[in-house]
């Protein structure tokens, strides 16, 4: 069975940082690419990260690009969202989601596990 844990998130002001991580189990975790996506109050979900299986790509959204970075640890089941420069506009649910394949997508039909969420808030 597999299993998604993200923790790290809270309260920050503006222009400060958080870094979320997500541990994962049940699965051989470096054969799957990972992602991380996020829900405001009353939007769709959407995407803001995605790193390879290996590790050696990455894929941003537009909004968080030079912000933040993801990264992971194959030899802990890890993968984290390292985010500076935090906006009132980042303030949302983030999902950590394990890809049904190696490489990065954005498309969140591709994600088979999905984490339970971490709320992130950012204020002015």
């Known amino acids: 069975q597999v299993q998604l844990v993200e923790s790290g998130g809270g309260l920050v002001q503006a222009g400060g940082s958080l870094r979320l991580s997500c541990a994962a189990s049940?699965?051989?975790?470096?054969?799957?690419?990972m992602g991380w996506f996020r829900q405001a109050p009353g939007k769709e979900r959407e995407f803001v990260a995605a790193?390879?299986?290996?590790?050696?790509?990455?894929t941003y959204a537009e909004s968080v690009k030079g912000r933040f970075i993801i990264s992971r640890d194959n030899a802990k089941n890890m993968v984290s969202l390292q985010m500076n420069s935090l906006k009132p506009a980042d303030t949302a649910v983030y999902y950590c989601?394990?890809?049904?394949?190696?490489?990065?997508?954005?498309?969140?039909?591709?994600?088979?596990?999905w984490g339970q969420g971490t709320q992130v808030t950012v204020s002015s």
């Open positions: 790193i390879s299986g290996s590790g050696g790509s990455q």
């Open positions: 989601a394990s890809n049904s394949g190696w490489s990065t997508s954005i498309r969140e039909y591709s994600y088979a596990y």
């Open positions: 049940g699965r051989t975790f470096s054969s799957y690419a």
